[in-house]
């Protein structure tokens, strides 16, 4: 299977099944000399763990990390960082029915189709399962950007009909560390309390009908330069654009005004430029910290679309793999929706984009690259 493998120069490939002994990534491209152990990759990984809450998956899983290569003395060595964590609990009979027909929304027609055989436990390599490499990857990259002062703040903006009402320009106005505290401390990971009131109301709705439901989810970067990104193949925004799309279960990605701005006027979108304090910056931010695909200096900020999950146990018609018509009612331990848990995966496969970028950046210009040079000879 081709296409498991993320990135130029901080080059992640994730590996493993739903319900096979585990699942990992190897990273190769990390810098020496930062301090790494368990606990940092472990704190990203348990914002994604099932069973956090009767909003996710009931399976029981710790997803606790262990690290295999690649540091010493609590340092990255600079070799391939090996990351796994073990499955615990797979239930694999629950997917004894499912070998034999296709779920609708889910990967197994089209994986059928293209390979002829398939894990089909747990949904196999099409599991959101697979996210734990992700997820443990970007750990890493984060805690690299933190040092150069970029931070992230990722959140539920809606689920279902239920928004967030501020804009995330109002909530990067508050204090960072208190909106974090915030999302951090529900659930469904949003910043404001009577949506998510609600939210959990129209989920606990959904649930009662055998249904699931779906959102959106917003990130917003700050601390990013002006200058990173290139300009054709390897634009910032396209690679978060792959980045994001590449998880399970996300249908759309906008950024900046995203689809809204192509109902407005030039005079309206266009982000006019002004010098305050000595800096440079924009009085509005429409397009979202990019333009020509290199980062602006503003906030980036974009929204990846999130399906309701596929599998349900509402009854729904669909085929056996014989081509006969049939109708089923898919049991198992399915999230009621995937929203909140795929927040810190966003978060990660942005943090590896952004990395990937700011390491390609480091050779554009001669000065920087000579004066770098000069520090080692
Ligand atoms: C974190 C996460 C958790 C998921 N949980 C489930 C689940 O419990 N049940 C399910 O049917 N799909 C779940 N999915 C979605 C499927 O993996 C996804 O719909 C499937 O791979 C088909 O891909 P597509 O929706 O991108 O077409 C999850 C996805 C993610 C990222
Ligand atoms: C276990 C996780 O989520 C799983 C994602 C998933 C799917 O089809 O994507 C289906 C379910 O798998 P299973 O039936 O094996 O429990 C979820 O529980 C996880 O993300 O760690």
Same mark, same amino acid.
């Not at 796994?84 to 629950?94: A, E, R």
């Not at 929203?339 to 990660?348: D, I, L, N, Q």
């Given at each position: 299977?081709a296409?498991s493998?993320?990135g130029?120069?901080f ?5 493993? @099944? ?13 810098p020496?000399?930062?301090?790494l ?13 099932p069973?956090q809450?009767?909003? !996710? ?9 262990e690290?295999l290569?690649?540091t010493f003395e ?11 964590? =073990?499955n615990?609990?797979q ?9 034999n027909y296709?779920?609708?929304g889910?990967?197994d027609?089209t ?7 398939? *894990?089909?436990r747990?949904g196999g ?5 697979e996210t734990i490499?992700?997820v443990a990857?970007?750990?890493?990259a984060?805690?690299?950007l933190?040092?150069?002062g970029i ?5 539920t903006?809606?689920?279902?009909p239920v928004?967030?009402?501020? #804009?995330?320009?109002?909530?990067l ?5 208190? &909106?974090?505290?915030k999302i951090?401390?529900?659930p469904?990971y ?5 949506p998510c009131?609600?939210?959990?109301? =129209?989920?606990? #709705?959904?649930m009662?009908?055998k249904? !699931? ?7 917003? &970067?700050?601390?990013?330069p ?13 690679n978060l654009?792959?980045a994001?799309?590449s998880i399970?279960a996300v249908?759309?990605? @906008?950024?900046g ?13 266009? *982000?006019s ?12 931010n ?11 200096g ?6 990846a679309?999130i399906?309701?999950t ?8 669909t085929?056996t793999?014989?081509g006969?018509?049939? @109708? ?6 399915h ?9 810190v995966v966003?978060?990660s496969?942005?943090?590896l ?7 390609e950046?480091m050779?554009s210009?001669?000065e920087?690259?000579?004066q ?5 000879v």
């Amino acid at each position: 299977m081709a296409g498991s493998t993320f990135g130029n120069h901080f080059k992640i490939t994730t590996w493993g @099944e739903s319900h096979g002994r585990g699942v990992g990534v190897v990273i190769d491209g990390c810098p020496a000399g930062l301090p790494l152990d368990e606990k940092d990759i472990q704190k990203f990984l348990d914002r994604r763990k099932p069973g956090q809450s009767k909003f !996710s998956t009931q399976r029981k899983e710790a997803d606790a990390v262990e690290l295999l290569s690649g540091t010493f003395e609590g340092k990255t060595t600079g070799t391939p960082i090996s990351l796994m964590v =073990f499955n615990k609990d797979q239930h694999s009979k629950d997917y004894g029915e499912i070998a034999n027909y296709y779920r609708p929304g889910h990967a197994d027609y089209t994986f059928d189709m293209k390979y002829g055989f398939r *894990d089909y436990r747990g949904g196999g390599r099409s599991s959101g399962r697979e996210t734990i490499g992700r997820v443990a990857a970007g750990a890493i990259a984060a805690k690299i950007l933190k040092q150069l002062g970029i931070s992230f703040c990722t959140y539920t903006r809606s689920i279902g009909p239920v928004s967030i009402s501020s #804009s995330a320009k109002e909530l990067l106005a508050g204090d960072l560390s208190e &909106i974090t505290e915030k999302i951090l401390s529900n659930p469904l990971y949003m910043p404001e309390e009577l949506p998510c009131q609600k939210a959990q109301d =129209f989920l606990k #709705s959904c649930m009662a009908k055998k249904d !699931s439901a779906g959102g959106i989810i917003e990130c917003a &970067i700050t601390g990013v330069p002006a200058g990173i990104g290139e300009p054709v193949f390897e634009k910032l925004d396209a690679n978060l654009a792959k980045a994001v799309f590449s998880i399970g279960a996300v249908k759309g990605f @906008e950024i900046g005004g995203g689809f809204a701005s192509a109902a407005s006027l030039g005079s309206e979108n266009n *982000d006019s430029f002004e010098q305050k304090d000595g800096k440079t910056t924009t009085v509005t931010n429409h397009s979202g910290g990019i333009l020509g695909g290199i980062s602006s200096g503003m906030p980036i900020i974009f929204r990846a679309a999130i399906k309701p999950t596929p599998s349900i146990a509402a009854p729904q018609k669909t085929i056996t793999r014989d081509g006969e018509n049939i @109708e089923i009612s898919i049991h198992g331990r399915h999230d009621p929706v995937i929203v909140p848990r795929a927040v810190v995966v966003v978060e990660s496969m942005a943090a590896l984009t952004l990395l990937d970028l700011i390491l390609e950046h480091m050779g554009s210009r001669i000065e920087s690259m000579a004066q770098f040079y000069r520090t080692i000879v």
